[in-house]
């Protein structure tokens, strides 16, 4: 054997010598061992520097993968120097190179296991490790079987034979340990360690290949000895190639998990025959030792696993036990089915719950139970649930279906059925009684789409309605022709304002009722909102069927009078019908009723008005007036002309009456066309206030110039019952310092009968101020002679219908004069209205008429006109 290195001899000859016997003991051995040495150690070094290169580019990145590069570095470096010491071993049953090339496979194997990058349990690898263990077993029992007891033979030598075949045996068992983990791997390095395992198997398989020729005496194969020089090669381009993310398929941990007992499986069938042939000769003790270690082993496993069932089984039980009694503690009722209905097992609380007993339920079809509407479609459910081969049929469904319950109530119900986990063909279904849910529900739908007051639909469902029938109109499904119907209870403000808003629902209750017998079975009746109702009409064509019935809901509200707090209410309905159009939307179709309905309230109530497209336009032009006239307080676009009332005997101007105009831009818009839509929009308040102290300070400035004039205005309904509007006047009063009795206020009689109470509350309250009060347009006919006694007027003015007819019309003269003398006989200031012919002026005068105003005796002026006038001449 040689040695080191001798002491006495010097390092540089020691050297030389070491480099003579190195080649003259590669000279000695096979080409074949020679050819595979060399080229492993050459691959096994470049893998080892490759491996070491991605180590530490992946140092940062993939920590796992460069660990386990580093392992197999090492690894590829110690089989190398146990290749290159095996020239120098003097006998092959005292070998330090198998020994190095050993411990390279368990470090390489260890580089492969971090590359799977697996955290695994005690059991787990202890169960690697078995399986690993009856592989290796399996493989050499029929290696034995196949060849290795034929080398054993010619050997004569067990411990040589086991010394030589222990290291290559401990290398299969060690690539058998590795290989689950590495299949099963979701790691990014996967392939690095599948890489490991190639270079594992070509190791054993070369050193099985290697320990027979030995044993033998032969050369070895050389294909044998370039397996591990391609896998090292191979393994040193892994990590320079692409990165593969590697997903583990369940398929693929199952069949690991067949592998050992396959292999002990044909290692016994291979036994077995070999023992009918007779040709297994006398046993040889370690064989017999294998052999009986993988009974006993296969036998271990078959008791923990039989534990593990029991154990899983009694879990199972448990867990069912615990859902069951879970389920029933909550009210559902548990049972058990197969697949055609049949009640195997049924839990107690289906007495509670359905009034069955469970003995009179077990044996028969949960079919007999259910609402034969229900019963096709859940027997589908349930071929579905059915295994198939695949098994790729749901494991679990819900299930909502009618159940009849010992009282003959039908129950609504929620299911869930799933495969019963004992292994049966049964299915475990948790059933759940929800009718309080769906009452709650339809209580909730009920609601939503229902008005509370009336119980009829409401606004949202009407919509909604209204669009259906419409998109049937157009899919050609539905009615020929459609109407919508809007009615507006007139007078129904006042009955809140009178006796509560509980007795005005209740009187909305009556209506909703008498408007529900008024109305055809498949009309759609609904409350809008308020005290406005909304009927669908389909009229099939006939456009006189939905006028009908618009005149009958109007009689149907006015026919008698309501009966609310003990007390009578008589109201009666402004009612608006618009017709459907070719593609016009549902909301335009409202809309045209709801504008009908609103012309019918402008016409006084009680009537039906079929929308037309003027209607639109005349709300259009409303709405655009009534922005026009907020831009034009904004930007101060009103004026104000004055007309003189002048005393008929002197012609002498005793007051001015105050108007408003307005110029929009260079276009004068009469009065008539805006002062509705100021009153409609609540606009009047603010113009009415500008107009009050800007003709106030005209008016002060006059009488400062020594002119005795009083000054008159017109009140709105919204203005006297604007919430300051007392506070108002006297302001304006005090900041223009006009005493309070040159300001006449003026109401016209119709502003008397309305709301009357507050009105001649808050009017004397302008009479405590000092102001005067007049009544114009008086002789209409709508207020009665007593208001004179209960409102202290100072004025009356007559209406300039009555001044028109002067000399022409018997009568109206008749009722001029008459006027005329009530005022005398009354103390009143009697103002005449309209004077435009000259005839009008002398009858005035001749029936003692005092003061007028109009065209013949002087027309409206701005503030400039009335300060010439001042200033030439004091009358007209």
């Excluded at 006993?296 to 879990?315: C, D, H, I, Q, T």
């Excluded at 790729?392 to 009849?404: D, E, K, M, Q, Y």
């Amino acid at each position: 054997m040689i040695r080191w290195r001798d002491p006495r001899v010097p390092p540089a000859a020691a050297a030389a010598a070491g480099a003579v016997a190195f080649a003259a003991a590669l000279l000695t051995e096979s080409p074949a061992l020679v050819t595979g040495a060399v080229a492993g150690g050459i691959a096994a070094m470049v893998a080892a520097v490759s491996l070491l290169i991605a180590s530490v580019k992946q140092a940062a990145t993939h920590r796992p993968a460069a660990l386990a590069a580093r392992w197999m570095s090492g690894g590829a470096v110690i089989w190398t120097a146990g290749v290159a010491l095996r020239p120098f071993t003097e006998s092959a049953f005292d070998s330090f190179a198998d020994m190095f090339m050993l411990v390279g496979t368990v470090v390489t194997a260890s580089g492969a296991l971090i590359a799977a990058d697996r955290k695994l349990s005690a059991r787990l690898a202890l169960r690697h490790l078995t399986d690993a263990y009856l592989c290796a077993a399996s493989l050499f029992l029929i290696g034995w079987m196949v060849a290795l007891r034929h080398v054993y033979a010619e050997t004569a030598d067990a411990p040589a034979f086991t010394l030589v075949m222990l290291p290559p045996l401990v290398g299969l068992l060690v690539t058998f340990a590795v290989v689950p983990s590495v299949l099963t791997s979701k790691a990014s390095s996967w392939l690095l360690g599948l890489a490991g395992v190639g270079v594992l198997a070509t190791m054993t398989v070369a050193g099985l290949s290697a320990a027979v020729a030995r044993l033998m005496d032969v050369e070895p194969q050389l294909w044998a000895v370039m397996l591990a020089p391609v896998a090292f090669l191979l393994l040193a381009a892994v990590p320079w190639g692409p990165r593969v993310r590697q997903v583990a398929r369940p398929a693929v941990g199952h069949a690991v998990a067949i592998v050992p007992l396959a292999l002990v499986a044909v290692a016994a069938v291979v036994l077995l025959v070999q023992q009918a042939s007779g040709r297994t000769g006398a046993p040889v003790t370690g064989v017999v030792v294998v052999a009986v270690s993988v009974v006993l082993l296969l036998l271990v496993r078959l008791f923990v696993v039989s534990a593990a069932n029991v154990r899983l089984r009694g879990l199972a039980k448990l867990s069912e036990r615990q859902l069951r009694e879970l389920a029933e503690s909550t009210g559902d009722v548990v049972f058990t089915c197969d697949y055609e209905g049949v009640v195997r097992e049924i839990g107690a609380g289906v007495e509670v719950t359905y009034g069955y007993s469970p003995e009179e339920l077990v044996g028969g079809s949960i079919f007999d139970y259910l609402h034969p509407e229900d019963v096709p479609g859940i027997q589908v459910a349930m071929r579905a649930m059915n295994l198939d081969e695949d098994n790729t049929a749901p494991g679990a469904c819900l299930i909502a279906c009618r159940v009849r319950a010992a009282d003959g109530t039908w129950r609504p119900t929620e299911s869930v059925a799933t495969r019963h986990a004992g292994g049966e063909d049964l299915l475990l279904v948790t059933t759940r009684d929800v009718s309080d849910e769906e009452a709650l529900r339809n209580q909730v739908a009920h609601l939503t789409f229902h008005d509370g007051v009336t119980g009829l639909p409401n606004r949202a469902y009407f919509e909604e309605r209204t669009r259906e029938v419409l998109a049937g109109r157009t899919s050609g499904t539905g009615t020929a022709n459609v109407a919508v119907i809007f009615l507006d209870l007139d007078g129904f403000t006042s009955v809140n304002d009178s006796v509560g808003h509980a007795s005005g629902d209740y009187l909305l209750g009556q209506a909703a009722r008498r408007l529900r017998g008024a109305v055809r079975a498949d009309d759609t009746l609904a409350r809008w909102g308020g005290d406005e109702f909304a009927v669908l009409v389909e009229t099939g064509g006939d456009a006189q069927v939905a006028v009908d019935l618009a005149e009958r809901l109007v009689r149907a509200v006015s026919q008698e009078p309501f009966r609310v707090a003990d007390r009578d209410v008589a109201l009666t309905a402004s009612v608006g019908v618009a017709f459907t159009e070719d593609d016009l939307p549902a909301g335009d179709l409202m809309r045209n009723a709801d504008v009908a309905m609103a012309r019918s309230k402008e016409l006084g109530g009680r009537r039906v008005e079929v929308f037309a497209a003027q209607m639109h336009a005349d709300v259009m032009r409303r709405l655009e007036l009534a922005a026009d006239l907020q831009r034009a307080l904004i930007e101060q676009q009103f004026a104000i002309e004055y007309q003189p009332v002048v005393d008929l005997a002197t012609s002498r101007v005793t007051a001015v009456e105050a108007l408003v105009r307005w110029w929009r831009g260079s276009v004068f818009v009469p009065p008539e066309q805006f002062l509705d839509a100021a009153e409609d929009t609540g606009l009047i308040v603010p113009l009415s206030e500008w107009i009050l102290r800007e003709a106030c300070r005209e008016v002060a400035a006059w009488r400062a110039s020594s002119w005795d004039i009083g000054l008159s205005l017109n009140l709105s309904a919204r203005q006297i019952m604007a919430p300051r509007f007392v506070e108002t006047v006297e302001e304006a009063l005090t900041e223009s310092g006009l005493p309070a009795s040159m300001l006449t206020l003026e109401v016209i009689e119709e502003m008397l009968v309305e709301d009357a109470e507050e009105t001649i509350k808050r009017l004397s309250e302008l009479r405590a101020l000092g102001v005067r009060l007049a009544i114009d347009d008086f002789g209409t006919g709508y207020a009665s002679l007593a208001f004179l006694r209960q409102l202290p007027v100072d004025m009356i003015k007559i209406d300039p219908s009555f001044v028109s007819g002067l000399g022409k019309d018997d009568t109206l003269t008749l009722l001029t004069r008459t006027i005329v003398r009530l005022g005398h006989d009354l103390g009143l200031i009697v103002v005449a209205e309209g004077i435009e012919r000259p005839e009008q002026l002398e009858l005035l005068k001749q029936m003692g008429c005092t003061r007028g105003q109009g065209f013949l005796v002087a027309r409206p002026m701005a503030a400039r006109g009335v300060d010439s006038l001042m200033r030439t001449s004091l009358t007209v």
